[in-house]
């Protein structure tokens, strides 16, 4: 239990950096969706613009965050699948939340 706190942690070390590198549209997006708990249609409202429209922004920038903050890591090799691995669960469930 505390490795998962740590891991979290060290997470969202690596996202606060990464977000402040985003564009400000994003930063906006992701604040209202991760921290505020805004679903997209009330982005929408809060934003002006269509839920379509809101999605796709979200979407974007989850990808942006998602490349900075694997620029930022410490890259790590796993053994088992051979390739770089990051520090990421953190962007990985704000990505889960986007799908549900």
């Known amino acids: 239990?505390?490795?998962h706190v740590a891991d979290r942690l060290d997470s969202r070390a690596l996202i606060r950096p990464a977000l402040d590198l985003l564009p400000?549209?994003?930063?906006?997006?992701?604040?209202?969706?991760?921290?505020?708990?805004?679903?997209?249609?009330?982005?929408a409202y809060v934003l002006g613009c269509s839920r379509g429209a809101t999605r796709v922004r979200l979407?974007?920038?989850?990808?942006?965050?998602?490349?900075a903050v694997l620029a930022a890591a410490p890259q790590h090799t796993d053994p088992?699948?051979?390739h770089r691995a990051a520090h990421d669960d953190t962007v990985a469930a704000l990505a889960a939340r986007m799908e549900a």
């Open 1 to 3: 239990m505390g490795e």
């Open 24 to 43: 400000d549209t994003d930063q906006e997006l992701l604040r209202l969706w991760a921290w505020e708990g805004l679903e997209p249609q009330e982005i």
């Open 59 to 67: 979407h974007r920038a989850l990808r942006r965050l998602r490349r």
């Open 80 to 82: 088992r699948a051979g």
